[in-house]
Nanobody, 115 residues
């Protein structure tokens, strides 16, 4: 069994930055890909960014160059650096990891952007 634990969320003003972390209870080398999703109030969960086991990254269109996904394998951690935050980025951000046909999810970390 794998556990994913997110942290780093918080309340920030528009234009601010946050770095979200997702720590895996097992080495992240076992996953074919890891990613970040988000779910805003009243909306469906949507993909934000993914990183493959070969280091390839992909981003949702709304990211517009503001987010960066990265990983630190020795620390079993995937990060999401979020810059130039907008109020519409307010959501719970979830980490996930793919192992074969199975997807693991964390419990999420809240990001709130308001003035």
């Amino acid at each position: 069994q794998v556990q994913l634990v997110e942290s780093g969320g918080g309340s920030v003003q528009p234009g601010g930055s946050l770095r979200l972390s997702c720590v895996s209870s097992r080495g992240i080398f076992i996953f074919s890909a890891m990613g970040w999703y988000r779910q805003a109030p009243g909306k469906q969960r949507e993909p934000v960014a993914t990183i493959s086991d070969t280091g390839n990254t992909a981003y949702a269109d709304f990211v517009e160059g503001r987010f960066t996904i990265s990983r630190d394998s020795p620390k079993n951690t995937v990060y999401l650096q979020i810059n130039f935050l907008k109020p519409e980025d307010t959501a719970i951000y979830y980490c996930n990891a793919l192992q074969g046909s199975y997807t693991y999810w964390g419990h999420g970390t809240q990001v709130t952007v308001s003035s």
